[in-house]
Each structure stands twice: as structure tokens, then as C-alpha cells.
């Protein structure tokens, strides 16, 4: 960094005039410094403007390129609107397709279950003097009255949890907290989750290119580690890609997102990547050598959302491959994986029958002028064998049309004369030349007098035969 801090001027709706400050970290102590505030300008009513300087080598492209962090970014925030401008370049633009802002996710104590021993303990100085157990229902979720006393039962003594907080020595915070891990609670709530949602993803990814084919999977928050955890995964397949990843021959190019956040760099380690390598994206019409990346013009983006995402370094680079979130993860995008499959099963299907009609296309004219020639049958019988042929392979659309319109106008002539009754009628005025309207006509009938029984000459019995009618 350039040593010199962050510009920031901010301003809510409530405040009369923006405020200005220079912001620095001490490293030391680890905090923030405010230096030099002072009132501000900014052109909003309201907003936050940040500015700083960076010494160095920025790279643009590339899977850990500033470019490819900035359509990322946009990729899983919908509501953003873009600006960015680089070097020697014109303004860049990338505009919101969706007008509704993420809700703010309501703000939960953490689980226990959740923490390890050092961070238990830090968690007690947060609250000064107060009792044990005032402090263990009021500064976790899911600790309740029964808790407590499903602690006592394993061992937790009973007036430990009247001891002041401030008061307990490390060694009973090791029995409290071996007592917690042993005890079944509650799962942790998942309301503190915010995901992007199916909607709002699916036009997100139209932003990524011309895209082909896309699939787009959100699953119902979970629990994982006993962590809140919500994963989406998107699917999308793109044209006009000619090097490197997501071509025909190369890897698909795999996006990987914590919290809204790209992560670019030490892709290997990361939960997602081994998730998407434990699929058999084979099953789903893909190709992909063993225990690696599938193959083809392909884009994954994978988002995981938690208020707790374990992290493999401090760096947050990549995220830690636990078995319950590869598991949550891998199930995921086998539900986008057989969306894709459906898609390719089909495109498969379309294309087999467009074969089929080529070689029809190519050996029945042979076959028609063969039998024309065999019975003799004019120059004007051949022309229509061909012109019925066209229709029945459904490529003389223009002639179908026509038919469609010569029907509808003879179903309205019939009905004037009253010999038909229209039921349903639809203008073939207002409907557009590619949807000609169909009229659903009844034919008027008016059935026959039924004659009279006549009696059985002979005696006996009734005849129980029912006259014709």
C-alpha cells in the first residue's frame, strides 16, 4: 500500500452534511485509526464514497485478474450497477438486472457446537460480571433452561452455573465447554442465511456472455459443522469461446464465491473444486477425466453462503474441504447437472430427427420421380407427390399457413349460412403471421324423429328392445 490510508466520505439520509475521513489500520493493535475528519462532499443525497491508492503490478485478465473479480462481483450481487474504468480504456458499465435490494439477514448469537476453546473463552470477556448461566443462554443460540440442566446431568456441576463469569478459571472452562460438545442441541437457526435466489441468479448469469444454455440451483439453508450454510450453483454453457478455460477441449471455467465474494486463487484446496470433481458429470452428457474438472464450453459458479465460513488460511483464499460441505456441495450441483443432462438429452433427440428428415430430404425425391416414371404419372402428379412431401416433413411452412387461413375463412362462410356453429372463435386479423388462429367449429345436426314403437304381433312377453332412433 502507498502508506497514505482510505478517503472515505459518507453520508446517511439522517445526517445534514457528508463527513470526511482518513482511515488507517494499526497493525500493531490491530484496529482502525480516523485521522483528519472534517465535512465532505458528495454528489448523492446519501451514499459512501471510498478512495485509495495501491503501489504495484495489478494483472487484468486471467482466472486471478482484477476483471475477472469485477464480473464476479457482479455475477452474484444482481442489484449492482458496475462502473469501472481501466487504464488507457473507456468506462465500462455492467447494469442491474434486478431491482430488488438482499434483505439485511437477522443477526443470531452464535451455536456453541460452532466454536473452539480459545474463542469460548474470548467470548466470556464480552460480557463482563454476570452469572454462568445468564451468560450461556444469553450469549449462544439454541441454550435454553433444559439445556442447562441436560448439562448437569453430564457432569456439569450445578454451582458452577451460579459462579460470575469473570471468576472462572480456565481449567472449568475446559470442563464447561467439554460438557457443551458432549450434549445434543438444537441445530443452529439458518435465518441468518441470505441467498441470492433462483430468479434473480438465472438473469445474473445471461450477463456472463452469450450464453447457450444455463441451469441455476438453490437449495434450502442447512446445516453443515453445525454451521449455517446455503449453497447455489449455476450451470451455464457459452459460445463463442475460442482459448483457455470453458473451450470445447479445455476444463470448464469454475467461479467460486464465499459471502458474495469471488475467490481467486489456490483453487485445488477449495471445497468446491473437489466437489465438482466427485461428480460423474459423464452421467450428464459431459466429458471429464478421471477425478478432475469436466470438459466443454462450460461455466460452474458455485456460491456458498454462512455467517461461519471456515476458511483454510487467514488469507480467506479458499475454503476448507470438510465431508458435510463437499457432500451438501456435490448435491447441489448434481441437481444442475441433471437439469444440463435433460437439456443435452434432448438437444440430442432434436438432432437426430433433423438427420433423419436430411436423408428423407435427400432419397425420396429419387423415389418419387422413380414411381412417376414406373405408372407413367404426369409432370403435374410428380409436382405434388413433392409439394406433399414438403408438408408432411413440415418445411413448406408458407403452404400450411395458407391452408390454416383458407379453413378459417370456409369455417365463417359455413357459420353466416348457419350451417355450422362457432363455439370458440379467435380473429385471424389480430393474431400474428407465425401463430395462424385454429376456429373450433361444431357442425349442426338435427336428429332424426324416432319412430313410434309398434307392438309385437305375437303374444307373450313385452319386447324390451328399444326402437332406433
Known sequence: T?????????KTKTMRQPVQVQVAVDIKHNK???????EGK?????????????DGRIQLQGEGGLITYLTGTALVNPHLTLHYTLPEQKVVTITRVSNESPDVPEATEPHPHTMKLGEFIAHSHLFGRMALKAWLKKGFSRISDNSLAEFVKNGLDKKTLDMSVDKVSESQFKDIFSVIHKTELMSPSTKSVMTIGEESFSKSVRRLGEVDFFSVVTRKPSICDYKP???EVAVARLKGLTKGEGTEDGPVQVLRFANRVPLQFDKSACAMVKAIESVNWRAYGLQQPKDSLPLGPYVIAVSLVSPFIKFKNASKETIDASDELVEELRRTLIQAGQRLSRHIKKEHREQDLENKLRYIEQFCP???????????APDKRKKKATEGLEKILGRDLTVAKKEFKEADLAAKEAAAKGKIQIIKEESAEAAPEESVSETEVVEKKTKPKSKPATKPKTKGPASKEKSAS
Open 2 to 10: 502507498s502508506a497514505k490510508g482510505v478517503t472515505v466520505v459518507t
Open 32 to 38: 482502525g485509526v480516523l485521522k483528519d475528519k472534517k
Open 42 to 54: 458528495l454528489k448523492g443525497p446519501h451514499g459512501l464514497s471510498v478512495e485509495f491508492i495501491i
Open 229 to 231: 450454510v446455503a449453497v
Open 366 to 376: 429419387i423415389l418419387v420421380d422413380c414411381l412417376c416414371r414406373i405408372t407413367k
